[in-house]
């Protein structure tokens, strides 16, 4: 989703359950897309990424999906944990191998 | 593997005063680094890329006389904020790559800067 002022969207989620976190990239020449898991206080975590000459990879518990045509990414988590609780990035790295950060998204799961 | 530390992990200074935050890869060689800036509830902004033994390059918007980066080896990069202000207020986070992947950015685990 978009950040609109200060306000994180929010995805909640019963624990267990699967979580998709959706993500629009601007540059239609980027070539290498990235998602990263922020805790409060910490820096950005890696999770998985994926190349412009793929539409799907695949990880532990997670899922990363990128539709080229309409400039989109997705992250998939299967069986959502108390731990999975922060906020989620998509990321796209230009062609001088800087990223660009999406405006990310708070994932909530409920016990 | 792979490991970028940064010191100090929270900094409270007077409005005024200048701070200077490390960022170090502690097991590998960091030819690039980069310093982000994130506000609250925001996103992660980059503010300038340097390589070791240049010039930093900035971030349009950026001023350059006021974040200072040094990057005088491949193990470290300083961030200077000079004269820092209120709205200097931020979570500061560093990444660094390595020449064998330009596409890795290992990231430290943040500065918390409060100017009062």
């Known amino acids: 989703g978009e950040s609109v002022g200060l306000h994180l969207p929010t995805l909640s989620v019963q624990e267990g359950d699967n979580s998709i976190i959706n993500c629009a990239y601007s540059?239609?020449?980027?070539?290498?897309f990235i998602w990263y898991k922020q805790e409060s206080g910490k820096g950005p975590q890696f999770i998985i990424d994926?190349?412009?000459?793929?539409d799907k990879r695949q990880g532990q518990r997670v899922t990363v999906l990128l539709n080229k045509t309409v400039k989109h990414l997705s992250l998939q988590i299967a069986a959502t944990q108390p731990g999975d609780s922060a906020v989620y990035f998509c990321?796209?790295?230009?062609?001088?191998?800087?990223?660009?950060f999406g405006s990310g998204t708070r994932l909530l799961v409920r016990p | 593997g792979a490991v970028v530390s940064q010191h100090p992990s929270w900094v409270i200074c007077k409005s005024g005063t200048s701070v200077k935050i490390e960022c170090r890869s502690l097991?590998?060689?960091?030819?690039?680094m980069f310093w982000y800036r994130q506000f609250p509830k925001q996103s992660l902004m980059l503010m300038a890329t340097?390589?070791?033994?240049?010039?930093?390059?900035?971030e349009q918007g950026v001023e350059k006389d006021k974040f200072l980066i040094n990057h005088a080896s491949l193990t470290l990069s300083t961030l200077t904020v000079t004269s820092a202000h209120p709205e200097d207020s931020s979570f500061y986070i560093c990444?660094?790559?390595?020449?064998?992947?330009?596409?890795?950015?290992?990231f430290g685990p943040g500065t918390r800067l409060t100017v009062l």
């Open positions: 990444s660094a790559s390595s020449e064998d992947s330009y596409n890795e950015q290992f």
């Open positions: 994926i190349r412009s000459n793929m």
């Open positions: 540059n239609s020449a980027s070539d290498y």
């Open positions: 340097s390589n070791e033994g240049s010039k930093a390059t900035y």
């Open positions: 097991d590998f060689q960091a030819t690039t």
């Open positions: 990321a796209e790295m230009d062609s001088s191998y800087k990223l660009i």
